[in-house]
T-cell receptor, first 115, second 112 residues
Framework: DADVTQTPRNRITKTGKRIMLECSQTKGHDRMYWYRQDPGLGLRLIYY???????NKGEISDGYSVSRQAQAKFSLSLESAIPNQTALYFCATSDAGTSTYNEQFFGPGTRLTVL | GENVEQHPSTLSVQEGDSAVIKCTYS??????FPWYKQELGKGPQLIIDIRSNVGEKKDQRIAVTLNKTAKHFSLHITETQPEDSAVYFC???????????WGAGTKLIIKP
């Protein structure tokens, strides 16, 4: 089984709808991240969480919210989806370890289309 | 704000030749520089990283070099193989908030 799973894998929705993307991990990592990927722009960080009670905004948090329900679960919500939120969304995890920066393990991605 | 520029956006090389991808960063406090490989339909996967206390790191056919004075780092792949075809991303740390800033990616094509 995959260590980092994302549901759904694909989603098509309409402008104004509320959408939730879910991420689960079995790696036992404390740190979790949500990124979006757009062609030609690389990965941009939306939110990150270093433990269940720690939630931080990333580079592009406007229009998004998150919930860290447990160490293993981190959900991303679009309260009112708009077309420019059409993108590929990735969840990632990393171990806290002794270093500030450690390898991030990515899920398979969720392709979201907002019409 | 902090920025990472990556070049080229597409690189096509003959199988067996070497490939070099370059990145520059703007935050002089950056001290961690990973490289990720993304295969079609999958999430990125770390292939090599370097910290600011070293200038070069090798792992079999892959090497990364870092020039902190010039604020640039490069990925070198030797003896390229078809399975090296993918999109490669560089990233640099931002000390102030523990984030990574990512380059736009390089699509590497290995021609048979």
């Amino acid at each position: 089984d995959a260590d980092v799973t994302q549901t759904p894998r694909n989603r098509i929705t309409k402008t104004g709808k509320r959408i939730m993307l879910e991420c689960s991990q079995t790696k036992g990592h404390d740190r979790m991240y949500w990124y979006r990927q757009d062609p030609g722009l690389g990965l941009r960080l939306i939110y990150y969480s270093f433990d269940v009670k720690d939630i931080n905004k990333g580079e592009i948090s406007d229009g998004y919210s998150v919930s860290r329900q447990a160490q293993a679960k981190f959900s991303l919500s679009l309260e009112s989806a708009i077309p420019n939120q059409t993108a590929l969304y990735f969840c990632a995890t990393s171990d806290a370890g002794t270093s500030t920066y450690n390898e991030q393990f990515f899920g398979p991605g969720t392709r979201l289309t907002v019409l | 704000g902090e920025n990472v520029e990556q070049h080229p956006s597409t690189l096509s090389v003959q199988e067996g030749d070497s490939a070099v991808i370059k990145c520059t960063y703007s935050d002089s406090a950056s001290n961690y520089f990973p490289w990720y490989k993304q295969e079609l339909g999958k999430g990125p996967q770390l292939i090599i990283d370097i910290r600011s206390n070293v200038g070069e790191k090798k792992d079999q056919r892959i090497a990364v070099t870092l020039n902190k004075t010039a604020k640039h780092f490069s990925l070198h792949i030797t003896e390229t193989q078809p399975e090296d075809s993918a999109v490669y991303f560089c990233a640099a740390s931002i000390r102030s908030n523990y984030q990574l800033i990512w380059g736009a990616g390089t699509k590497l094509i290995i021609k048979p």
